[in-house]
């Protein structure tokens, strides 16, 4: 990747993550200290995730925070 491409969030991975250990948006909200309708807002691509709350996603998924964003 140049380094003038900036990465996009990938949504989907976020809500393939949550599927995968059976998460709903209150246990996410829970793990991010917001409410559920913060959630679904930034789920909804409303409202954009902080970089610590992308960090505290990848260390609760157990994944690199990279999985989410686009090549």
Sequence with gaps: MKATEAKKLNINMIKSQMALRGDTYNDLAQVLGKSKGAI????AG??????????????H???????FFTK
Excluded: C, P, T
């Design 46 to 59: 409303r409202r954009n995730f902080s970089a610590d709350e992308l960090s505290k996603m990848s260390a």
């Design 61 to 67: 998924y157990g994944v690199s925070i990279d999985i």
């Design 40 to 43: 679904h807002s930034k789920l």
